[in-house]
């Protein structure tokens, strides 16, 4: 796993650019630039309208797996924590579509409107590598 | 047998947890059974259509130690089971797997491993030769192939043997050892060996039959061993 994050992930490592002066679509578009916070959000989407960040890594860590054809471990694991906690989930509460409690550690899916719904279902699909 | 079934009850509630993820319910039911003979706690959460394929999440007290595709844990629950060559091979992380069902004592166990770790315990009370041993052996006939160790276990120890099942052979007179017929026992294949000793050395076996094989556990925690003696001590 090492490896394919180390390669595929290069583009999610890097710094988010500065979101001050996106208007709301620029900030929709970001949000859902990255897979991890596509299948977060298509995750809590069906009726999961609140997570905690450990069951949020669990489900990206068990989705990697898939993927990869080998155990995700404690460490992917960790890693997955520490990029929620520190660049998709504020990334997505700015972008209006969760809240995020950094404190509690707890996620609430906002109320999308319906196109971004849509937009969404059809790009978490989608298993590209652009943003792991 | 509701002190012993109380006691599967307990022992099964292991420290693993595997929470499978699937779009549909009935996919893994297989893999999911065979983790539930482990005596691992198993919970579904239903993943909504057109995500990831099936997948587990290994919990160990809580606290996340895995997770792997169901095709990956079905090929390594697919026998033969070649786990060293698989770990050097693939990964370190399959490690956490296999500890978890190692260690998750619970199996569909066969007679031929329950004579091994029986054999075990009757090694051990014999090498330290002093205490209290009770053996359950389902029925009394199934002693006759025991008699030769059970003779020699009585006799160059000093330990205070007592054997219970079914009465439906008439057992020899061995000095030692003292017969107890429990017919609720045939169930049960137990073994319970406490040194009385202020070490507390003790360990104890108990399988229950279903069909062909046993559901099974073994332990040297002093609590659980005395459990079992005193519920055999009982009758």
Excluded at chain 1, 56 to 85: K, N, Q, Y
Excluded at chain 2, 158 to 167: E, F, K, P, Q, S
Excluded at chain 2, 192 to 217: H, I, K, N, W
Aim: hydrophobic share 35%.
């Amino acid at each position: 796993m090492g490896e394919k994050e180390h390669g595929s992930g290069q583009s999610d490592v890097e710094a988010e650019p500065p979101s001050g002066h996106e208007d709301a679509s620029g900030r929709l578009y970001r949000a859902l630039s990255a897979a991890a916070r596509r299948r977060l959000l298509w995750y809590m989407l069906d009726d999961t309208e609140e997570v905690t960040l450990d069951e949020a890594a669990r489900v990206l860590a068990g989705w990697e797996a898939t993927e990869t054809g080998t155990l995700s471990t404690e460490a992917d694991h960790d890693d997955l924590l520490v990029e929620l906690h520190h660049r998709h989930l504020p990334v997505l509460d700015e972008a209006g579509l969760v809240s995020y409690d950094p404190n509690e550690k707890a996620v609430v899916l906002e109320s999308l409107d319906e196109s971004t719904a849509e937009r969404l279902e059809d790009l978490v699909g989608v298993n590209d590598d652009d943003g792991r | 047998m509701t002190v012993l079934e109380e006691l599967f009850a307990s022992v099964r509630r292991s420290p693993y947890r595997f929470v499978f993820h699937a779009d549909e319910a009935g996919r893994g039911a297989d893999v999911t059974e065979r983790f539930a003979t482990h005596g691992v706690a198993i919970e579904t959460e239903e993943l909504p259509p057109g995500g990831p394929a099936p997948f587990f999440v290994i919990e160990e007290d809580g606290v996340f130690r895995g997770a792997l595709g169901l095709t990956e844990v079905e090929d390594i629950l697919e026998p033969p089971i070649h786990r060293v060559e698989r770990i050097e091979d693939v990964s370190t992380g399959y490690r956490v797997l296999f500890d978890v069902l190692d260690d998750a004592v619970f199996s569909a166990t066969s007679r031929r491993e329950l004579l091994a770790v029986s054999r075990e315990i009757e090694e051990r009370a014999f090498r330290i030769g002093i205490g209290t041993l009770r053996v359950g052996f389902q029925k009394l006939s199934a002693f006759e192939s025991q008699e030769d160790v059970y003779r020699k276990l009585a006799t160059e120890t000093n330990l205070d043997v007592h054997v219970y099942g079914a009465a439906d052979w008439t057992p020899p007179t061995i000095p030692g050892v003292s017969y107890h017929e429990y017919p609720e026992l045939d169930r049960y294949w137990l073994l319970a060996y406490d040194s009385e000793t202020p070490q507390a050395e003790t360990c104890a076996l108990v399988a229950r039959q279903t069909g062909d094989m046993y559901d099974s556990f073994w332990t040297n925690d002093p609590e659980t061993t005395r459990t079992v003696l005193d519920e055999l001590e009982a009758d």
